[in-house]
């Protein structure tokens, strides 16, 4: 059977102009260790669950990107995480919320679906379950980083909040572009069992408001699996994603109605999501194989790598 990893690191906006040489350089590093190290474990034979993982924690480690050590700061100055995991074999799923010093944000969400009894949990109460399970902690000087620092000094006197490069408040004004460039993580897997998984890990919004919870640990959301249909990981503008329910409307556009995985990935991310304002992307695949990425924004760090040999790392759109 043939297996396949995709995985991402944040779209918004990402074009040329705004990226250096060593920014690209640094960016396609990040991205194909994390696509090695999840393929080692799909080419033995490993599952897709832990071939996310495994390519989530290699992101969470690196600061830049959005997740784990590189998390943006909240409107208060602290790294609230995110994250969530779904099994498309048993739609079994965990998830996390507003968690601090918690250094895999990814690995609490696996032992809240393998080991709470219950798929959702946020805040102190996921600090304490992940103590329980020997999830390994890190101060906060570890998720201290001072581009992105310097990135929420810039709005934290507003109500603007910022993703990637693009600041949004309330009534949609937009910030000025800073320049700076973080994305969200995630990976969706299908394995050599025809078994799809899917996963998704974040600092959230720049300046988010202290407790905000964004699209990626919704399942439904910005994460969903089912071997049936399809596996999905979301980065955008969370807002928009959580009230079109993106990944299991597409999901059910493949279940429901017949479309392929690239059409039903087209109408939610480039019709529906942009009547609403939605500005973002995903990565999908099924249990075929067969992968997407999708998106509305000028770029999305993103990359592949397949049983067939193939394997790509790209940005701009
Ligand atoms: N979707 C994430 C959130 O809204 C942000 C991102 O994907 O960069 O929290």
Redesign the pocket.
Known sequence: MSFTLVIHG???NITPAIMNKEQENHYTEGLKEALDKGYEILQHGGSSLDAVVAAICVMEDNPIF?AGRGAVFTKKGLNEM?AALMDGSILAAGAVAGVRNIKNPIKLAREVMLHSGHVFLSGSGAGEFALSQGIEMAPDKYFFNQSRYDQWLEIRDTNFTQ??HKGDNLKGETVPNTGHK???V?AVACDQFGNIAAG?S????TN?RFG?????PVIGA?TYANNRTCAIS??????P??RACVAHDISCLIEYKGLSLQEACAVVIKDKLVKMGGE?GLIAVNALGEYDFCFNSAGMYRGMRNSEGKQLVAFYG
Not at 202 to 205: D, E, F, K
Not at 212 to 216: A, E, K, N, Q, V
Request: glycine content about 34%; overall charge negative.
């Open positions: 944040g779209a918004g959005n995110d993703l990637d973080f994305g969200t995630g998704t974040t600092g959230g919004m988010k905000r919870i964004g699209d990626s910005g979301c980065t955008g503008h969370g807002e994603f959580l973002g």
